[in-house]
């Protein structure tokens, strides 16, 4: 068999087949009819045995020195090690359908609430910088394209938020706002850690949630929390730490116009809790 027919039959390069050959793992022979290098069966058998060892998780260079054989104890580790990579990745695999689902539920809520208010207790997140805002530019944190290109592979896991103290939600509003990725923890372990610098702890707490019609959907500003901030007041509620405001990447259809809206949450106090 030819080489270039052994690597479809394999699924393998012919490369990979001539680094077998290189190192010794097979030994093809001319043919005399067209000097091509012919495997054998033999040749067939060996390589199937390299590709064995690789996908159960050996190098290229142990999958030939283990040509021949495979102590026991050495494959007894590796199944353990591949056995323990698998149920980490299901793992994940199950934590990320459940927090899709959750996304999909809360997106419901979200329609069916504009312009109400309710509290939910949100799980422990972080925040990291992302860019500050205003209506003649865009200042990114950071100078670097592969930092945003890395985190934005993690969209819609992850959200891009506005931020402000809830203590200057009172103030005039501001022409320049801050903005953050808002990252969930089970997200945040599996982004790496040199991207993660400057995130900052959200800890586990209770918020006031409302959904407001976003007019200035390119330029927003503090002017975005001041609903929020005026029901807190009303209602006589503690307010503590930092309020953020997502603007999801959908609309709904309102007189014939396309309608954007803001998801705004409050850090709250709850008395007895």
């Known amino acids: 068999m030819k080489i270039s027919d ?58 030939v020195e283990y040509v021949e054989g495979i102590p026991v104890s050495k494959i007894t580790d590796i199944l353990n090690k591949k056995i323990d990579e698998l149920e980490l990745e299901v ?57 945003y290109a890395k985190l934005f592979e993690y969209l819609p896991f992850i959200n891009q938020a506005q931020v402000t103290n809830v203590e200057n939600i009172c103030d005039s509003p501001q022409s320049v706002t801050e903005w953050f990725f808002v990252i969930p923890e089970i997200i945040y372990n599996q982004i790496p850690q040199e991207f993660l610098e400057d995130a900052k702890v959200m800890p586990r707490r209770h918020c006031l949630n409302t959904v407001v019609i976003n007019e200035d959907w390119e330029y927003p500003n503090t002017e975005i929390f001041r609903d929020i ?8 509620i503690k307010s503590c730490g930092i309020a953020t405001a997502t603007y999801p990447n959908y609309y709904f259809q309102e007189s014939g116009k396309k309608v954007r809206y803001a998801k705004v949450k409050v850090p709250i106090e709850l008395k007895g809790v």
């Open 91 to 147: 793992k994940e695999t199950k934590n990320l359908i459940n927090y899709l689902t959750t996304l999909k539920m809360e997106s419901e809520i979200d329609f069916y609430n504009i312009g109400n208010y309710w509290i939910t207790v949100e799980p422990k997140c972080y925040l990291l910088p992302y860019a500050k805002i205003s209506q003649s530019e865009i200042c990114f944190t950071k100078d670097n394209p592969r930092y």
């Open 6 to 63: 052994a690597a479809k039959l394999l699924g393998i390069s012919t490369d990979t087949i001539r680094y077998y050959e290189k190192e010794g793992v097979i030994t093809p022979k001319r043919t005399s009819k067209n000097n091509y290098r012919d495997l054998d069966n033999r040749d067939i058998i060996s390589l199937l045995i390299c590709i064995y060892n690789r996908k159960i998780g050996y190098s290229m260079k142990e999958s």
């Open 229 to 236: 901030f005026n029901y807190l007041k009303k209602h006589n």
